[in-house]
Antibody, heavy 121, light 108 residues
């Protein structure tokens, strides 16, 4: 059973960089045709796809966040990471990492529990 | 990028059937996947592909699609089905993904 767990600071100051890590257990991050994704949900709002990375290092980002987002992968540690720079209060949200299945139907099959990140001074 | 539109809220009597719809241009090309999100919990995949349920998802959940509309049906809704439901699909452009606006299901 694959499990994902987000970790990182729960409080970030405006204009600074939000940094989160997703540790994958129960399977190798390098195996299979999977994309490793970040998704967020501001309070009272819907889910927003942030972007994803393939184990080759290839990334795709939401155009609305592309200028501020970097997703990276560390296959030796079986984890992937999110960096979002120049944050504002609008970036306050629960951040999820998830595994994206591609190649046939496309869907997010495993999700982390989510971590709340608050942007505040 | 594409948008996926859902009704904000629906209600269903206990044991009755409810259908949630999701509309968007990307659904003409790609199947929707559906996620159940309860307060304080991570989203859970309930339907993917043409009409596939992950292990552990009750068979009262089913999916269908026609044109630009995907539907999630809960047949014989239970109290534990009360949650927010989101559809998602691959976008028509590049390798982007989009989520629906979400539907709050209340079981009366």
């Amino acid at each position: 059973q694959v499990q994902l767990q987000e970790s990182g600071p729960g409080l970030v100051k405006p204009s600074q960089t939000l940094s989160l890590t997703c540790t994958v257990s129960g399977g190798s991050i390098s195996s299979g045709s999977f994309y490793w994704s970040w998704i967020r949900q501001p309070a009272g709002k819907g889910l927003e796809w942030i972007g994803h990375i393939y184990t080759s290092g290839s990334t795709t980002y939401n155009p609305s966040l592309k200028s501020r987002v970097t997703i990276s992968v560390d296959t030796s540690k079986n984890l992937f990471s999110l960096k979002l720079n120049s944050v504002t209060t609008a970036d306050t949200a629960v951040y999820y990492c998830a595994r994206l299945i591609v190649g046939g139907p496309y869907y997010f099959d495993y999700w982390g529990q989510g971590t709340l990140v608050t942007v505040s001074s | 990028s594409s948008e996926l539109t859902q009704d904000p809220a629906v209600s269903v009597a206990l044991g009755q059937t409810v259908r949630i719809t999701c509309q968007g241009d990307s659904l003409r090309s790609y199947y929707a996947s559906w996620y159940q999100r309860k307060p304080g919990q991570a989203p859970v995949l309930v339907i993917y592909g043409k009409n596939n349920r992950p292990s552990g998802i009750p068979d009262r959940f089913s999916g269908s699609s026609s044109g630009n509309t995907a539907s999630l049906t809960i047949a014989g809704a239970q109290a534990e089905d009360e949650a927010d439901y989101y559809c998602s699909s691959r976008d028509n452009s590049d390798n982007h993904y989009v989520f629906g606006t979400g539907t709050k299901v209340t079981v009366l």
